[in-house]
């Protein structure tokens, strides 16, 4: 309360003693629906002075006594000017109506402010409009956030039946994804064929590759921020989709008009109803569901609350010999209140778990393996609008994990003991502040520090280990007891020059820790790995990036183009043993060892932005490599999700008000793995032997995707659509595993084999909208 006091007694002493000035503040909404926009971009006419609106919509503008017009632009939206006599504070709120493009040969047909902004210090972000994502041609015809932001560079797919992502040489776990605050720590259905993310719920979806801002922490690589529609408080209306595996349906509207609306959307997969026609497989199992919840009320002028949650579940059986499921529930409470028109607070309770369950029956054996991670977290964020140079924000996050890493439990007649690890319990707690300093209308500088606290706590045993990886004590913990704390200052700083108006260049460094790591033997997501905290022997991972870009707006505005250069080092990466058994080891950190590791590279990008033909193409050259001691006779080695070159290629071509044709193009280097580099006989058994860690290549990655989507009908009340896709149009069988075996006839004979997933997968779905 005392930083309060301060702070409002801050404002008032400026505003006595400086030039005599005045606020402009409220929210962006739309006015169709009623919903906050995100980043809308508020610009006074004829001066250097600006700013955007927050994850709320709220903006606030400090201005000196006089007469303005200020713009009011947003991505799919007309813009709006206001032409204002400032004289005092003004409480002013802006509906932005959507835009309404009619198509002519030279029409645009994306807004010209889509897209990065060429300003500001902000660097290493990448944004992408669910309008977008949804003319893209996917698997399934499922039309994916998290598979679509993977055409974008320095975003890099963990290959079919994924939804895992490698940022800037980063591993899948070093990604922090978030949706409306709560930590998803599994982000895909169906082993990584679909995404968690249901576009019908979502409004904004806003990737940080560096130069990630002071609020967010807790991972190396990247940060994906995902926000939930609000729901529509103007008119009730509803919405889905039916596919040839799945459907979905949306439903929103006002609770009261005006002041409060509520969303529920579900989807469900159906290829289980397929499985119950056939007498053979009747007792299989084969779906997933999810469901998106929200609501939110204006309690008055100056506060609000929103009330969110998801939760969804994948099911895999055949009959009762195997048996898995997996699942992600998550609740977050936001209030938001406005202390005065410069200083906007936002409070969150958010809930986030995550879990999964493994039985499989063999005879007698009827075995049970189970792991949960659950999060309680409590934030406060501030923004304070200083005046027309400076925006300071600040607050602070304590998460309460629980990791239940591990239980194998079986029946009586089991053959198998009960192994039950401990549970495993920490804080983690952080302070943040940073200001965006604009002092004119070329530069503008970002300085951000983030202190971060993590604190193991008692609650079970604890293990003291030699360099062998053998256990050489055991300590016993009470319950809550804190056994460790580390800190870990995270400071960040970003630069932006505006060369000309069309064009900047920009720099930041950016410093992150991360205490919870994914223990995983696969080259991606797996919904069975297995998920640790920092310990007494896991130290926190730490990385220092450097960053350096180029952009510009092109072509009077219709393409933009991007270029970054980025280095990053990493400390105390953990990776595996030679022959470490991680799934039924009583202590994994027996089985890690810890070294360095270094990733580079330079990202292009050219987008279109206008016209019946829209798209982009982007490009990633990189380089990703570790050094630990232990593997590899101590020297550098690739990393699995190296990979030299990225190449995603994306069309969208609207031919008239009815079709509107899709295509990409992908292409990128094959995954660093290990394959045997010889073999010999032990009691009549094959076994190989394997040399340098990573030293081979997977084959080279490429498909060609085509979408088309058929406008049925497009009235006021009613929107219905077909959309057609093929998925991998030439039939490439990419590789998914290779693996070694002997010929039947000649065992000195080595057969490579390789699985492929998907040859061909067509798809058609019919959406609508009332």
């Given at each position: 309360?005392?930083?309060?006091?301060?702070?409002?007694?801050?404002?008032?002493?400026?505003?006595?003693?400086?030039?005599?000035?005045?606020?402009?503040?409220?929210?962006?909404?739309?006015?169709?629906?009623?919903?906050?926009?995100?980043?809308?971009?508020?610009?006074?006419?004829?001066?250097?002075?600006?700013?955007?609106?927050?994850?709320?919509?709220?903006?606030?503008?400090?201005?000196?006594?006089?007469?303005?017009?200020?713009?009011?632009?947003?991505?799919?939206?007309?813009?709006?000017?206001?032409?204002?006599?400032?004289?005092?504070?003004?409480?002013?709120?802006?509906?932005?109506?959507?835009?309404?493009?009619?198509?002519?040969?030279?029409?645009?047909?994306?807004?010209?402010?889509?897209?990065?902004?060429?300003?500001?210090?902000?660097?290493?972000?990448?944004?992408?409009?669910?309008?977008?994502?949804?003319?893209?041609?996917?698997?399934?015809?499922?039309?994916?956030?998290?598979?679509?932001?993977?055409?974008?560079?320095?975003?890099?797919?963990?290959?079919?039946?994924?939804?895992?992502?490698?940022?800037?040489?980063?591993?899948?776990?070093?990604?922090?994804?978030?949706?409306?605050?709560?930590?998803?720590?599994?982000?895909?259905?169906?082993?990584?064929?679909?995404?968690?993310?249901?576009?019908?719920?979502?409004?904004?979806?806003?990737?940080?590759?560096?130069?990630?801002?002071?609020?967010?922490?807790?991972?190396?690589?990247?940060?994906?921020?995902?926000?939930?529609?609000?729901?529509?408080?103007?008119?009730?209306?509803?919405?889905?989709?039916?596919?040839?595996?799945?459907?979905?349906?949306?439903?929103?509207?006002?609770?009261?008009?005006?002041?409060?609306?509520?969303?529920?959307?579900?989807?469900?997969?159906?290829?289980?109803?397929?499985?119950?026609?056939?007498?053979?497989?009747?007792?299989?199992?084969?779906?997933?569901?999810?469901?998106?919840?929200?609501?939110?009320?204006?309690?008055?002028?100056?506060?609000?609350?929103?009330?969110?949650?998801?939760?969804?579940?994948?099911?895999?059986?055949?009959?009762?010999?195997?048996?898995?499921?997996?699942?992600?529930?998550?609740?977050?409470?936001?209030?938001?209140?406005?202390?005065?028109?410069?200083?906007?607070?936002?409070?969150?309770?958010?809930?986030?778990?995550?879990?999964?369950?493994?039985?499989?029956?063999?005879?007698?054996?009827?075995?049970?393996?189970?792991?949960?991670?659950?999060?309680?977290?409590?934030?406060?964020?501030?923004?304070?609008?200083?005046?027309?140079?400076?925006?300071?924000?600040?607050?602070?996050?304590?998460?309460?994990?629980?990791?239940?890493?591990?239980?194998?439990?079986?029946?009586?007649?089991?053959?198998?003991?009960?192994?039950?690890?401990?549970?495993?319990?920490?804080?983690?707690?952080?302070?943040?502040?940073?200001?965006?300093?604009?002092?004119?209308?070329?530069?503008?500088?970002?300085?951000?520090?983030?202190?971060?606290?993590?604190?193991?706590?008692?609650?079970?045993?604890?293990?003291?280990?030699?360099?062998?990886?053998?256990?050489?004590?055991?300590?016993?913990?009470a319950r809550g007891k804190v056994i460790k704390t580390y800190y870990n200052p995270e400071p960040?700083?970003?630069?932006?020059?505006?060369?000309?108006?069309?064009?900047?260049?920009?720099?930041?460094?950016?410093?992150?820790?991360?205490?919870?790591?994914?223990?995983?033997?696969?080259?991606?997501?797996?919904?069975?790995?297995?998920?640790?905290?920092?310990?007494?022997?896991?130290?926190?991972?730490?990385?220092?990036?450097?960053?350096?870009?180029?952009?510009?707006?092109?072509?009077?505005?219709?393409?933009?183009?991007?270029?970054?250069?980025?280095?990053?080092?990493?400390?105390?990466?953990?990776?595996?043993?030679?022959?470490?058994?991680?799934?039924?080891?009583?202590?994994?950190?027996?089985?890690?060892?810890?070294?360095?590791?270094?990733?580079?590279?330079?990202?292009?990008?050219?987008?279109?932005?206008?016209?019946?033909?829209?798209?982009?193409?982007?490009?990633?050259?990189?380089?990703?490599?570790?050094?630990?001691?232990?593997?590899?006779?101590?020297?550098?080695?690739?990393?699995?999700?190296?990979?030299?070159?990225?190449?995603?290629?994306?069309?969208?071509?609207?031919?008239?008000?009815?079709?509107?044709?899709?295509?990409?193009?992908?292409?990128?280097?094959?995954?660093?793995?290990?394959?045997?580099?010889?073999?010999?006989?032990?009691?009549?058994?094959?076994?190989?032997?394997?040399?340098?860690?990573n030293a081979d290549r997977m084959p080279n990655y490429h498909r060609l995707d085509f979408g088309?989507?058929?406008?049925?009908?497009?009235?006021?009340?009613?929107?219905?659509?077909?959309?057609?896709?093929?998925?991998?149009?030439?039939?490439?069988?990419?590789?998914?595993?290779?693996?070694?075996?002997?010929?039947?006839?000649?065992?000195?004979?080595?057969?490579?084999?390789?699985?492929?997933?998907?040859?061909?997968?067509?798809?058609?779905?019919?959406?609508?909208?009332?």
């Amino acid at each position: 309360m005392k930083v309060l006091f301060l702070l409002s007694f801050f404002t008032t002493a400026t505003q006595t003693f400086a030039q005599k000035k005045f606020t402009i503040s409220g929210t962006i909404t739309s006015k169709n629906s009623g919903e906050s926009i995100i980043g809308t971009s508020i610009k006074v006419l004829n001066t250097n002075y600006g700013t955007t609106s927050n994850e709320y919509g709220f903006y606030s503008l400090l201005l000196a006594a006089d007469k303005y017009r200020i713009v009011y632009s947003a991505v799919g939206k007309t813009p709006d000017t206001l032409e204002i006599n400032l004289s005092g504070n003004i409480e002013k709120n802006i509906s932005l109506s959507e835009a309404n493009y009619e198509l002519t040969a030279v029409t645009v047909t994306s807004s010209k402010t889509s897209g990065r902004s060429v300003s500001g210090s902000q660097m290493g972000i990448e944004k992408l409009s669910v309008q977008e994502a949804r003319n893209l041609p996917v698997i399934f015809g499922e039309k994916d956030l998290l598979k679509t932001i993977q055409l974008l560079p320095g975003i890099k797919s963990a290959g079919d039946g994924n939804s895992g992502i490698f940022v800037r040489g980063g591993t899948t776990d070093q990604n922090q994804v978030i949706l409306d605050e709560a930590n998803i720590y599994n982000a895909s259905h169906l082993f990584g064929f679909f995404s968690t993310f249901n576009s019908d719920a979502i409004k904004d979806i806003a990737v940080y590759k560096g130069g990630m801002p002071a609020q967010y922490g807790g991972r190396l690589s990247s940060v994906l921020d995902v926000r939930m529609n609000e729901g529509n408080n103007q008119n009730t209306s509803v919405s889905g989709s039916l596919g040839l595996i799945s459907a979905k349906l949306n439903i929103e509207g006002p609770i009261q008009k005006d002041k409060s609306s509520f969303l529920l959307t579900g989807r469900r997969t159906y290829a289980d109803v397929f499985l119950k026609l056939d007498d053979e497989y009747k007792n299989n199992q084969l779906y997933f569901y999810d469901l998106n919840a929200k609501m939110n009320y204006e309690l008055g002028k100056k506060d609000k609350l929103f009330l969110s949650g998801y939760f969804g579940k994948d099911a895999l059986g055949f009959n009762d010999q195997f048996a898995i499921n997996w699942g992600n529930g998550t609740g977050t409470l936001r209030w938001n209140h406005l202390f005065n028109s410069r200083l906007f607070s936002n409070t969150s309770l958010i809930f986030s778990n995550y879990n999964y369950a493994f039985r499989v029956k063999n005879g007698t054996n009827d075995i049970r393996i189970f792991s949960q991670i659950r999060d309680w977290n409590l934030k406060q964020d501030y923004q304070y609008s200083i005046n027309q140079q400076n925006n300071f924000r600040f607050g602070w996050s304590s998460i309460y994990h629980i990791i239940r890493p591990g239980e194998i439990t079986g029946n009586a007649t089991s053959s198998i003991n009960d192994k039950i690890q401990d549970k495993r319990y920490s804080l983690e707690n952080a302070v943040y502040a940073s200001n965006v300093f604009k002092p004119n209308n070329k530069l503008t500088i970002t300085l951000g520090a983030r202190l971060s606290a993590f604190s193991v706590l008692g609650g079970g045993n604890f293990y003291n280990i030699d360099a062998a990886g053998n256990i050489k004590d055991t300590l016993k913990y009470a319950r809550g007891k804190v056994i460790k704390t580390y800190y870990n200052p995270e400071p960040r700083v970003s630069v932006g020059y505006m060369l000309n108006n069309h064009a900047s260049l920009k720099a930041a460094y950016t410093r992150n820790a991360q205490y919870m790591h994914q223990i995983t033997t696969s080259t991606g997501s797996n919904p069975l790995d297995k998920w640790a905290s920092t310990s007494n022997i896991i130290q926190p991972q730490i990385s220092n990036q450097y960053s350096i870009g180029y952009y510009a707006n092109i072509l009077h505005n219709n393409y933009e183009f991007t270029a970054e250069a980025y280095y990053k080092d990493m400390e105390n990466i953990l990776d595996f043993r030679n022959g470490a058994d991680v799934f039924l080891n009583e202590t994994v950190e027996s089985q890690l060892l810890f070294g360095k590791g270094r990733a580079y590279g330079i990202e292009f990008m050219l987008k279109k932005k206008t016209g019946k033909l829209t798209g982009w193409i982007s490009y990633t050259l990189s380089k990703t490599e570790r050094k630990i001691n232990g593997i590899n006779n101590n020297q550098w080695y690739n990393a699995t999700q190296d990979r030299t070159h990225d190449i995603a290629i994306v069309g969208i071509y609207q031919v008239n008000k009815k079709w509107t044709l899709s295509g990409n193009f992908v292409f990128y280097t094959g995954n660093a793995v290990t394959f045997p580099s010889g073999k010999y006989q032990v009691n009549g058994q094959t076994a190989y032997y394997y040399n340098s860690r990573n030293a081979d290549r997977m084959p080279n990655y490429h498909r060609l995707d085509f979408g088309a989507t058929m406008q049925l009908k497009k009235t006021k009340k009613w929107t219905k659509e077909l959309v057609f896709s093929l998925y991998n149009v030439y039939g490439r069988e990419n590789a998914f595993t290779i693996n070694f075996k002997d010929n039947k006839d000649n065992p000195n004979i080595t057969e490579i084999v390789q699985t492929s997933l998907f040859r061909w997968v067509p798809s058609v779905s019919y959406n609508f909208k009332f």
